[in-house]
């Protein structure tokens, strides 16, 4: 089982840029294709980014050229860099695998950008 915990979430005004942070424990984690997702209130979660093994990315369109994913395989954390965020960026952001495991969903982390 892969336990999953995010962090790195806060409020930021538009423009501005937020590194998050997915730590991963309880099983073989390097060989999974990982994923950050996220979900507005009222809104579907939605895949924003996700990284195979062999650190290949694909973002979705509303993020591409803004958000960078990554990974360590060695020290187990998968992140993802956002810039020029915008408001409608605002959501909980979750990491999991790709495709995601419902036992895996963590608490995820907030975002939200107001000025």
């Known amino acids: 089982q892969v336990q999953l915990v995010e962090s790195g979430g806060g409020l930021v005004q538009p423009g501005g840029s937020l590194r998050l942070s997915c730590a991963a424990s309880?099983?073989?984690?390097?060989?999974?294709?990982m994923g950050w997702y996220r979900q507005a209130p009222g809104k579907q979660r939605e895949l924003v980014a996700r990284?195979?093994?062999?650190?290949?990315?694909n973002y979705a369109d509303s993020v591409k050229g803004r958000f960078t994913i990554s990974r360590d395989n060695a020290k187990n954390p998968v992140y993802l860099q956002m810039n020029s965020l915008k408001p409608e960026d605002t959501a909980v952001y979750y990491c999991?695998?790709?495709?995601?495991?419902?036992?895996?969903w963590g608490q995820g982390t907030q975002v939200t950008v107001s000025s």
């Open positions: 990284i195979d093994s062999g650190g290949s990315t």
């Open positions: 309880g099983s073989i984690f390097s060989i999974y294709v």
């Open positions: 999991n695998l790709y495709p995601p495991i419902s036992s895996s």
